[in-house]
Each structure stands twice: as structure tokens, then as C-alpha cells.
């Protein structure tokens, strides 16, 4: 019997060292920046143009719109009106999601126009790269426009 009590005390002892080492300090969480991308991903770190909206819509805009991608995930560029700054991830499937997209306030005649670009990074689901070309589709696999790497 004593035997017995003594195998309960060990084990009694052991289960309250287990349960005092899971409720010590909780270490900090690892925080996390954003999504990050490869520095080396071909999108990353290039100047994107716009080429086409939808397969063959050319806009006439104040400024050229474009956007960069940073190896951080973040990214950076123009509507044609205003500039836009956002997050934006990227893998191996080809997917790519842009999100917390914000853009300066500016006014200009093609206001439009410019809402259209914003809306297609927006609803960009997946991508291909030819070339110097990369053309993002919707989740429905339609064309939203093509982009044109910058020289």
C-alpha cells in the first residue's frame, strides 16, 4: 500500500511540474511584419506599367499608372490620378492578393478611370508572367488587364 501512495505522490508531483511549466510566463508571440515575398519572385521589385484594361482597353491618364512590389509585401504606385499604397501577397500557385489598398485624394478629369485600375489590384486572384507582360484574372479566371515591366 505504501508503495502504492508513493507511485500516486510521483505522479501527483510530476502532473504539478508539468501544469507550473504550462502556466509560466507565455513567451511573446512572433510578430509578424505582413505577408513578406521572395525578393527573387518575378514580380518583386520591378516597376509594373499599365499596359491594358481588361484584353484590350488602352486609358489616356496624367501620369503613367504603375505599382512596385516589395520584397516586404508591401506596395507602392499610382492610379494614373493618385498614388496607392497597400499590402500585397504572392505563392507559388500564382495567386497574388492585394489588400488595404489606400490612395491620395487628388482630383482629375479621369477619376474614372483611375477607380477602374484600383478595383482590378483589388480584385486580382491569380497572374502569369510572359515575358516582360504580367496579366492578373479574376476569381471567374476573366482577364482584368495586363501590365507591362518598366525599362
Request: charged share 20%; with cysteine; glycine share 10%.
Amino acid at each position: 500500500m505504501k508503495k502504492i501512495l508513493s507511485g500516486r505522490v510521483l505522479l501527483l508531483a510530476l502532473a504539478v511540474m508539468m501544469l507550473t511549466a504550462c502556466g509560466s510566463q507565455p513567451s511573446a508571440p512572433a510578430r509578424q511584419e505582413g505577408p513578406g515575398v521572395s525578393s527573387d519572385h518575378p514580380v518583386v521589385g520591378q516597376r509594373w506599367n499599365l499596359l491594358l484594361v481588361g484584353t484590350d482597353e488602352r486609358l489616356s491618364m496624367p501620369e503613367t499608372p504603375h505599382f512596385v512590389v516589395s520584397p516586404d509585401g508591401r506596395v507602392t504606385g499610382s492610379d494614373g490620378c493618385n498614388q496607392l499604397s497597400g499590402r500585397v501577397s504572392l505563392d507559388a500557385g500564382n495567386r497574388i492578393q492585394f489588400s488595404e489598398l489606400a490612395t491620395t485624394r487628388r482630383g482629375c478629369p479621369q477619376l474614372e478611370e483611375a477607380k477602374r485600375i484600383t478595383a482590378m489590384l483589388e480584385s486580382a486572384y491569380r497572374f502569369l508572367i510572359d515575358h516582360d507582360r504580367l496579366v492578373f484574372f479574376g476569381p471567374d479566371q476573366r482577364v482584368l488587364g495586363g501590365w507591362r515591366k518598366a525599362n
